[in-house]
C-alpha cells in the first residue's frame, strides 16, 4: 500500500464537518493534526478486525484491544464516523476491500470481554431462560461494585436520570428520577413497594427513606445485592427495605401497592412482555399501580435485538421494543395505561455524566476492571449517548393501574406528580 495510503480511505467515510484528525501507522494524516481529537490506527491488526466483521463490531474489537486508538472525546470521533457505525453499504465494504488488500483478511482473536455468538449462547439454555438470563446479567453487572461507584457516582443509580433544570448535577437528577417515579405511583407511607431488577438499591431505599414505604428489591445480580443490602442497613432502613437476590419470577409475596421496573424490560425480550406484565399484574392489589422504565426503538417495524456490539460486549441477549408494543402488552395483560413520557434527552445528559466520571477515574477504573473493559465502557456509554441524541432510540416511562371489578382505578383527574 502507499505511503499515507490509509489517511485516504478512512477519510473517505469521516464527516469533515466534525473537528476530528485521523492518524495511521503508514505515516498517514488527515485533518487538522491540531485538533485535540484524534483517531489513530496504531497497527496493521486494526484494518484485520474492521474488515473481520465490517461495521460496530469491528471498530469495536479494535478499539477495546487498543490498535485503535482515540485521543481526546471519544464521543466526538464517534460523531465524525457515524457513516461506519450506522453500516457501510456492500458497494462500499468492496471498496474498502480492493484499496486495502486481501492480504489483511486474516483470523483474529476477539477480546475476552467478547461474549460467544446467539447460536453458541443456546448452550446455556434458552433465551431469556432463567439460566441464561443470571449468566447475562452477571456478565455485565457482576465486574465491580467499585468500578460502578467511579462511574455512576454516589447515586449509583444506573438508569437514566431527569433533570429538573439545565444547569443540575447528575445526583440532583437522580434523586428527582426516583422522586418522580414515587410521585406517579403515588407512594403513601405505609404502602408495600416491588422493585424489580434493582440495581444498588437506588428506588428501594429512596421510597423507604423519603416515602415510609415497606420496600422490596430483586436482582439476578449477586453483587448489586449484597452493596444494595449493605447500603440500606447503613441508612438505617433495614426495617422497612431489603434487596434480596433473586429473580423477579421467583417472587412469592403478591398484594403490593406500587411496582417499579426501571431497567429491567430491556432483558425481558419481546416474546415475553404479554407474561412479563401479567405475572407483575398478578403482584399487585386493585388499584395497584406499575411504573415501567425502559429503553425503547423509536419505531414498531424496527426488530428488538440489539446490534452486535452491544449484544457482545454490554447486554447479552437484550431486546428493546417501541413503546407503542410496551404499551399494547401492558393493556393487553391486566393494566390501564395513564400516562406515558419520553425521556430521551435527558438520558443522553446522563450519559454525558456517565462519561465524565469514567473520564476523571480513568486510572483507577482501569485498576479495578481492566483496560479492555474500561474501554468497553467508554465506548458503549459514548455511543448510546450519540444513539439518544440521534433519534435511534428513546427512554420511555409508562404508568399503568390494575382497575378493580367495577373499573375504578383510583387514579387522580389530572396528574400529581409535577415535573
Known sequence: MPHGELGRI????????????????DGSVIGDQNCPHKLHIRSPMALSYVLSAPGELGLARAYVTGHLDISGDLYAVLRALTAVIDGLSTTEKLW???????????????????????????????????ARDSVAIARHYDVSNRFYELVLGPSMAYTCACFPEPDSTLEQAQFHKFD???????????????DVGCGWGGM???????????????TLSRQQAQWAQK???????????????????????????????????????????????????????????????CITRPHT????????FIDRYVFPDGELEAVGTIISAMQDNGFEVRHSENLREHYARTLTAWCANLDANWTEAVREAGVQRARVWALYMAASRLSFERHK???????????????????????DWGV
Not at 478512512?10 to 501507522?25: C, M, N
Not at 432510540?393 to 382505578?409: M, P
Open 231 to 293: 447500603d440500606i442497613v447503613a441508612r438505617g432502613l433495614a426495617d422497612r427495605a431489603e434487596v434480596r437476590h433473586l429473580d423477579y419470577r421467583d417472587v412469592t409475596e403478591t398484594g403490593f401497592d406500587a411496582i417499579s421496573s426501571i431497567g429491567l424490560t430491556e432483558h425481558i425480550g419481546a416474546r415475553n412482555l404479554p407474561s412479563y406484565f401479567r405475572l407483575l399484574a398478578s403482584k399487585l392489589r386493585p388499584g395497584g399501580r406499575l411504573l415501567n422504565h
Open 10 to 25: 478512512f477519510g473517505r467515510f469521516l464527516d469533515t464537518g466534525e473537528p476530528v484528525a485521523v492518524t495511521a501507522y
Open 393 to 415: 432510540i428513546e427512554l420511555q416511562q409508562v404508568l399503568g393501574v390494575k382497575v378493580d371489578d367495577r373499573g375504578n382505578a383510583g387514579m387522580p383527574l389530572r396528574p
Open 301 to 308: 417495524y424496527e426488530p428488538s435485538r440489539t446490534g452486535p
Open 180 to 194: 418522580l417515579v414515587c410521585r406517579k405511583l403515588g407512594l403513601r407511607p405505609g404502602m408495600r413497594l416491588l
Open 96 to 130: 474498502v476491500l480492493r484499496q486495502i488488500g486481501s492480504r489483511y483478511l486474516r483470523p483474529v482473536h476477539v477480546p475476552v470481554e467478547e461474549a460467544p455468538g446467539r447460536a453458541r449462547r443456546v448452550l446455556r439454555g434458552l433465551r431469556h431462560s432463567k
Open 204 to 218: 428501594v431505599a429512596h421510597a423507604a427513606e423519603h416515602y415510609g414505604v415497606q420496600a422490596l428489591g430483586v
